[in-house]
C-alpha cells in the first residue's frame, strides 16, 4: 500500500470529521501619518474594530451609513510595538515548528497598511520573520548538528549523513569558496545589508523542545509575481556577456501529498546571522516599486520559509542515530501578500498595472477558496479551485489540515481606505468562519533511548574535562582512595642490586610490584563501579529532571490553553453581554412599539364603535323619512289621480255635450234641407251620422301634469281655436248645402314635419279627404281631432268627430250609402295621429 495515498485519504477523512478550529485572525491598525488625517475604523478593545464611513463618505450618493463591528481574535492598537505582536501571533508557531508541526502566517491588506512592515519590519524594530530565526536559533542553540548532516533530497524530504561524510561536504564548500572570502569571511557579509548589522536581536527562546534530538535549520525564499514563482536565492549565472534572469519554478506533490516549489534553493543555516544573509540576499532580489500609495510597494507575495529537521541522538547522547525514519520536519511559511489595490487610487500604468491586476486575480483566488470551504463545511460539495493561482496552489495542504492557519489583517484606518478596507473586513470574516482540520499529532517513533541521555553526557563531559583542568581529589571513599593517585603509588623503594643470586632484593622487588598491582586493580575498579553508579546517578536524575520538565512544560501549556481559553471566554462573555444589552434595548423598543400600537388599536376600536352608532342612528333617520317621504308621495299620488280622474271624466263630458251637439246641429241641417214628409223624415233618420265611439283618454296624457293645460283648451271658445287643415294637393271644390267651421285655420298638403303641429298654437286638427263612394258620388270626409301635448314633448291628435259631405250623384243608391258613411265616421273617429316636436 502506498502510504502516502493513504494519508491523504486520512486527510481528506479528517477535514470531513476530525476535529477543527477556525483559523486564527488577528487584525493590526498602522498609526496615521498626521493627527489631522480624517479616520473610518476605531478599536474596541480587547477584540473588537468599528468600521464607519469617514464624513466625506456620507455626503456622497449611495453610500454606505452604517458603522460595521468586526471581532477578531486580537486586534493590536497603533501603539502595540513588533516584540508584542510577534509574541501573541507568531511565538505559538515556532513552538510548533520546534515540535515538528506545520504552520503558515500570512499578511493581508490594502496596499501601505502595513504589512511588510508587520512581517520583516526594520534592522532596530524587527517585524514577525526576524524574531522568527532569532527565536530559533535561541532556542536549538547547543543541540544543532554541524552542517550537512540532513541533506534535502530535492523531492521536499531529506537524508541523513554520517558526521564523517558532512565533515568532508563541509571541506569541499570550503575550498570551493572563493580565495578572497576564504582570506576574508566578513567581505561578503559587508556587503550585503547594513540592517543586518544595525538589526538589535531577540531574546526571546522556547524552552519545552526534545533536548535527546539534534536539530537543523533551512530556509528558502520565494516570490510569486505575475503569478509565476521565482526563487530568490538562486544564483544567477553569469555568462561574461549578460546575467542571466531568475528562473520560473513549477509547484509539485511530494510523496505526503505536500505541495512545495520544485528546484528552490533551500540553504542550511547555523546562526541567525547566517539566516540573515540569506534573506538579506533575496530581500534584494524582491520586486518592490514605488507608487503612489506606497513608496515601497511589494509588487509580489513573497515567502520564507523556515523548516526544522530533527532526529534524536543515540543512547549516549552523543551521535545521531542513523535512520531516516526517526526524521521530523516542522515548516513555518511567513507570508507577505502585495496589498490589494484600486487603479482609481494608484494611477497605475503598464507594467505596475498588470503587477496589480495580478495581485488582484490571486487575492481573489484566495478569498474564492476559503469561501468555497466555509461553504463546503456547512454542507456543499464544491470543487476548490487551489490551481486557479500558484499562491493558492502552494498552501493548498495547509488549507486542507496540514498546519496551522494564522493570518494578520493589516489595517490602514485613513478614511481613504474605507472602502478597500470594507473589502477587506468582509474577508477577514469569512476567513474567521472557515474550520481548519487539526494537524496530525505523529506519534514519536518509540527508539526506546533513555530520555535525557545527552545532558547527562553533557553533565559528565564536563565533569570530566573540570577534573582534568583541576586535578582535583577524587572524593573519599574510607579505603584510603581518598589519597592522590601519586600518594597511593607509592614510590618504588631503592633495592641494591648486589650480585646474581641476590634473590631477596628480586623478591623483594617482585612482592612490592605484585602489592602495587593489586593497588592499582583495586583502585581502578574501585573507580569503574564509581564511575558507573555515577553515570547511572545522573542518568536518573537527568531522566527524573526530564521528566519534571516535560510535566512542568505540559502544565504549563495546559495553563497558557487554559488561559487562553480563559481569555476567549471573557470576550466572547463581554461580546454576548454587549449582545444582551443591544437585544435588550431593542426589546424595550419592541415592547414600547407594542404598547403603542395597543393603544392606538383600541383607540380606533373605539372611533369605529362610535362611528357604528352614528351610522345605526342616521340610518333610522334616513328610514323614518324615506317612510315619510313614501307616505307623502303616496298621497300625493292619489290626490293626482283623483284630480286626473276628474278632469278626464270632464273632459269625457264635454267632449258627449260636443258630440251631442255636433249631432244636433247635423240632424237639424239635415231636417232644415229635407221637405217636411213622411219620407223626408225616414230620409232625415238616414242622414243622422253614428257617434263615433269615445275612448277612454290615454294614459299618457293622464299622468302629465299637462292634461290641465289641455283640458283648459278644450274649455276655450271654439272662435279662438286655430286649426290644422290638412287636405288633399288639388282638392276639388264642395258644393254641399253644410260647409266645416274653420274659423281660424291654416292649410296645408303635405304634413311632413311635426313642427307644423307642434309651432304655431295649433289646437284643433282636420284631415280632408276626397273620393268617390261605392255608389259613383263624391264623398268628402273630415275627421276632426285635439291636438293635444304629449310627455315626450311631441303632440298627438284625437280624434274625436269626423264630418262626410257628400254631393250626390243621381245614379248612386241611397241606403247603402247611409250604410257606408255610418261606418266611415265610427272609423274615422277611431284614428289618432301622434307627430313629435324636438325635445328641449
Ligand atoms: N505599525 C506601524 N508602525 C509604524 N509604521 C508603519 C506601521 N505600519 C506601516 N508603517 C509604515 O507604513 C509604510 C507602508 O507600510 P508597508 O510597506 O509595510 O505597507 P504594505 O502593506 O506592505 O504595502 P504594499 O502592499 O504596497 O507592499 C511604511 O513606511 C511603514 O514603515
Not at 77 to 82: G, K, L, R, T, V
Not at 454 to 480: T, V
Request: proline share 5%; with cysteine.
Amino acid at each position: 500500500m502506498n502510504p502516502g495515498r493513504n494519508r491523504m485519504q486520512n486527510k481528506n477523512s479528517r477535514q470531513k470529521n476530525g476535529p477543527k478550529e477556525s483559523m486564527e485572525v488577528c487584525c493590526r491598525v498602522r498609526p496615521v501619518p498626521s493627527q489631522n488625517t480624517e479616520l473610518c475604523l476605531k478599536v474596541e478593545p480587547p477584540s473588537t474594530v468599528i468600521l464607519a464611513p469617514p464624513p466625506s463618505y456620507i455626503n456622497l450618493r449611495n453610500a454606505p451609513t452604517k458603522e460595521m463591528h468586526y471581532t477578531f481574535k486580537k486586534v493590536f492598537q497603533e501603539q502595540i510595538s513588533q516584540k508584542e505582536v510577534f509574541e501573541s501571533v507568531a511565538l505559538p508557531l515556532i513552538e510548533n515548528l520546534l515540535n515538528a508541526k506545520n504552520s503558515l502566517l500570512f499578511t493581508y491588506g490594502v496596499t501601505g497598511s502595513g504589512k511588510t512592515h508587520t512581517m520583516i519590519g526594520s534592522g532596530k524594530d524587527g517585524g514577525i520573520m526576524p524574531r522568527c530565526i532569532d527565536t530559533i536559533f535561541n532556542s536549538i542553540g547547543m543541540y544543532k548538528t554541524n552542517k550537512y548532516v540532513f541533506k534535502p533530497d530535492k523531492l521536499n524530504g531529506f537524508d541523513i549523513q554520517s558526521e564523517s561524510e558532512a565533515i568532508i561536504e563541509m571541506q569541499q564548500e570550503i575550498i570551493c569558496q572563493t580565495p578572497a572570502k576564504i582570506k576574508n569571511p566578513k567581505l561578503e557579509r559587508n556587503n550585503s545589508d547594513q540592517d543586518l548589522f544595525k538589526r538589535i536581536p531577540t531574546e526571546t527562546k522556547i524552552t519545552n523542545i526534545d533536548i535527546d534530538n539534534a536539530y537543523a535549520v533551512f530556509v528558502t525564499f520565494v516570490e510569486i509575481y505575475n503569478n509565476s514563482v521565482y526563487d530568490l536565492l538562486e544564483e544567477c549565472p553569469d555568462d561574461g556577456f549578460r546575467q542571466r534572469g531568475p528562473q520560473v519554478k513549477i509547484i509539485r506533490e511530494d510523496a505526503d501529498h505536500n505541495m512545495f516549489v520544485h528546484g528552490v534553493n533551500e540553504v542550511e543555516v547555523s546562526s541567525a546571522d547566517e539566516a540573515f544573509e540569506a534573506f538579506y540576499k533575496g530581500q534584494k532580489r524582491r520586486r518592490i516599486a514605488h507608487t503612489t500609495l506606497n513608496a515601497e510597494s511589494s509588487r509580489a507575495h513573497t515567502i520564507f520559509t523556515i523548516r526544522v529537521v530533527q532526529a534524536p541522538v543515540d543512547q549516549q547522547g552523543q551521535s545521531i542515530v542513523q535512520d531516516k525514519k526517526y526524521l521530523q520536519i516542522g515548516q513555518l511559511s511567513l507570508v507577505d501578500l502585495a496589498g490589494s489595490e484600486r487603479t482609481n487610487r494608484t494611477k497605475n500604468t503598464g507594467q505596475r498595472l498588470r503587477e496589480a491586476g495580478n495581485i488582484n486575480n490571486s487575492l481573489m483566488t484566495l478569498r474564492n477558496c476559503l469561501e468555497l470551504l466555509r461553504e463546503n463545511q456547512k454542507g456543499a460539495n464544491k470543487m476548490i479551485p487551489y490551481r486557479d493561482s500558484r499562491l493558492t496552489h502552494l498552501f493548498k495542504t495547509y488549507f486542507e489540515g496540514e498546519g496551522q492557519v494564522c493570518m494578520i489583517v493589516c489595517v490602514n484606518p485613513q478614511g481613504d481606505d474605507y472602502d478597500e478596507n470594507l473589502q477587506v473586513m468582509k474577508f477577514a470574516e469569512i476567513s474567521q468562519e472557515v474550520q481548519i482540520a487539526f494537524p496530525p499529532t505523529t506519534p514519536r517513533v518509540n527508539h526506546g533511548f533513555t530520555p535525557g541521555r545527552r545532558r547527562a553526557n553533557n553533565a559528565l563531559k564536563k565533569f570530566e574535562i573540570e577534573y582534568d583542568k583541576e586535578n582535583q581529589e577524587i572524593p573519599p571513599s574510607g579505603n584510603g582512595l581518598h589519597k592522590k593517585p601519586v600518594e597511593i603509588f607509592a614510590d618504588i623503594p631503592s633495592l641494591r642490586y648486589v650480585s646474581m643470586d641476590d634473590d631477596l632484593s628480586v623478591k623483594k622487588a617482585k612482592e612490592f610490584l605484585e602489592n602495587q598491582l593489586q593497588l592499582y586493580n583495586s583502585v581502578t575498579g574501585n573507580i569503574r563501579e564509581r564511575y558507573h553508579d555515577f553515570r547511572e546517578m545522573i542518568l536518573k536524575t537527568e531522566r527524573t529532571a526530564f521528566t519534571a520538565s516535560q510535566e512542568i512544560e505540559s502544565i504549563k501549556s495546559l495553563y497558557e490553553r487554559e488561559k487562553e481559553r480563559n481569555s476567549d471566554l471573557e470576550s466572547r462573555v463581554k461580546n454576548s453581554d454587549s449582545q444582551m444589552c443591544s437585544l435588550k434595548r431593542k426589546i424595550d423598543e419592541y415592547e414600547l412599539n407594542v404598547k403603542r400600537l395597543k393603544r392606538e388599536l383600541s383607540e380606533k376600536d373605539m372611533h369605529i364603535h362610535k362611528t357604528k352608532i352614528n351610522t345605526e342612528k342616521v340610518k333610522e333617520q334616513y328610514n323614518s323619512k324615506i317612510a315619510q317621504t313614501q307616505e307623502k308621495l303616496k298621497t300625493e299620488i292619489e290626490r293626482r289621480l283623483r284630480s286626473q280622474k276628474s278632469a278626464m271624466e270632464f273632459e269625457a263630458r264635454s267632449r258627449d255635450r260636443k258630440l251631442r251637439e255636433a249631432k244636433r246641429v247635423l240632424s237639424d241641417e239635415a231636417l232644415r234641407s229635407i221637405p217636411s214628409t213622411p219620407s223626408a223624415a225616414m230620409e232625415r233618420s238616414k242622414y243622422t251620422v253614428s257617434t263615433p265611439s269615445v275612448r277612454p283618454p290615454s294614459p299618457n296624457f293622464r299622468s302629465t301634469g299637462r292634461k290641465l293645460v289641455n283640458a283648459r283648451r278644450a274649455r276655450r271658445s271654439r272662435s279662438l281655436e286655430t286649426w290644422l287643415e290638412h287636405r288633399p294637393p288639388a282638392p276639388l271644390p264642395l258644393a254641399t248645402i253644410l260647409q266645416p267651421v274653420l274659423t281660424k285655420r291654416k292649410s296645408v298638403s303635405k304634413l311632413t314635419d311635426a313642427k307644423d303641429m307642434v309651432s304655431g298654437g295649433v289646437d284643433k286638427y282636420c284631415l280632408v279627404t276626397q273620393g268617390q263612394d261605392s255608389d259613383g258620388d263624391l264623398e268628402a270626409r273630415i275627421y276632426k281631432g285635439d291636438v293635444l301635448p304629449t310627455t315626450g314633448g311631441g303632440v298627438q291628435v284625437k280624434f274625436s268627430d269626423v264630418e262626410i259631405l257628400k254631393q250626390k250623384s243621381p245614379s248612386s243608391s241611397p241606403t247603402r250609402r247611409n250604410h257606408n258613411l255610418a261606418n266611415n265616421a265610427q272609423n274615422g273617429c277611431s284614428v289618432a295621429i301622434e307627430g313629435h316636436g324636438f325635445r328641449r
